[in-house]
């Protein structure tokens, strides 16, 4: 693959990048596409895990530190990380922040930006804030072929009984990857969020039930400037 296919993904929190999509970023990245990682915020609202493992003030680095072993797992490269406050997304300054992932978006030169849709999945509202810049980037950025945001069918929570999870239409996604020819390498980016697993009720679930979750990852084609993009291509080839 050629170098010049390159993916922006952005999140909020350090194991956004994992849990929906970290799948099709493995996959991506074995195809030779250059996949970079945005992530918001150090993550520093999050748990220091059951047993805590660290004191509320070292969870940023040590969130730091999870995020760039996902990152080496999945084999992408190490992460960008700003420096928003974890749980205050929505309160950002717009134009800052969309500034400066403009600014990664000029240094990367991505065709593709992937992020959160308006419902968050989860509906946490950092999820939501940082789709909308993601977003609102996407529109500054002529050069960027597509926008793609992670999503979860209707069908799926329904047969999962997940009703806190946002859902669209199934005939809204545009892609469904399965992913169980990098399930291993997904699961090991999982686990070295170790502060967070706790905070994920799937992961205490029989492997069927986890498998069927997080083993097939779903978006949407948000937004485009053509017809064709590489992320839609090369994952669905992989899928045939």
Not at 1 to 24: I, K, N
Not at 189 to 195: F, G, Q, S
């Given at each position: 693959?050629?170098?010049?296919?390159?993916?922006?993904?952005?999140?909020?929190?350090?194991?956004?990048?994992?849990?929906?999509?970290?799948?099709?970023l493995a996959l991506l990245a074995q195809c030779g596409v250059r996949v970079q990682v945005l992530?918001?915020?150090?993550?520093?609202?999050?748990?220091?895990?059951?047993?805590?493992?660290?004191?509320?003030?070292?969870?940023?680095?040590?969130?730091?530190?999870?995020?760039?072993?996902?990152?080496?797992?999945?084999?992408?490269?190490?992460?960008?990380?700003?420096?928003?406050?974890?749980?205050?997304?929505?309160?950002?300054?717009?134009?800052?922040?969309?500034?400066?992932?403009?600014?990664?978006?000029?240094?990367?030169?991505?065709?593709?930006?992937?992020?959160?849709?308006?419902?968050?999945?989860?509906?946490?509202?950092?999820?939501?804030?940082?789709?909308?810049?993601?977003?609102?980037?996407?529109?500054?950025?002529?050069?960027?072929?597509?926008?793609?945001?992670?999503?979860?069918?209707?069908?799926?929570?329904?047969?999962?009984?997940?009703?806190?999870?946002?859902?669209?239409?199934?005939?809204?996604?545009?892609?469904?990857?399965?992913?169980?020819?990098?399930?291993?390498?997904?699961?090991?980016?999982?686990?070295?969020?170790?502060?967070?697993?706790?905070?994920?009720?799937?992961?205490?679930?029989?492997?069927?039930?986890?498998?069927?979750?997080l083993g097939t990852e779903h978006f949407r084609r948000a937004q485009a400037r053509q017809e064709?993009d590489y992320f839609t291509e090369i994952l669905s080839t992989i899928n045939s």
């Open positions: 693959m050629s170098d010049r296919q390159r993916l922006l993904a952005v999140f909020a929190h350090p194991d956004d990048e994992t849990f929906r999509s970290g799948g099709s992530t918001a915020t150090p993550g520093q609202a999050g748990s220091c895990g059951n047993p805590p493992s660290c004191a509320p003030e070292e969870l940023p680095a040590v969130r730091e530190r999870e995020l760039r072993c996902a990152c080496a797992a999945l084999g992408i490269q190490p992460p960008i990380l700003l420096d928003y406050q974890d749980g205050q997304l929505s309160d950002a300054d717009p134009e800052r922040i969309v500034s400066e992932i403009l600014a990664v978006v000029r240094e990367v030169h991505p065709q593709i930006i992937l992020t959160y849709g308006p419902d968050g999945v989860s509906g946490h509202p950092d999820h939501i804030a940082i789709g909308h810049f993601a977003t609102e980037t996407f529109h500054r950025a002529g050069d960027v072929v597509a926008l793609h945001t992670i999503s979860v069918p209707r069908s799926l929570a329904k047969k999962l009984g997940m009703t806190q999870i946002h859902t669209v239409p199934d005939n809204a996604i545009t892609l469904t990857v399965d992913v169980s020819k990098v399930w291993e390498i997904k699961m090991a980016a999982i686990h070295c969020h170790r502060t967070q697993l706790g905070e994920s009720p799937i992961l205490a679930a029989p492997e069927e039930k986890q498998r069927l979750f064709k």
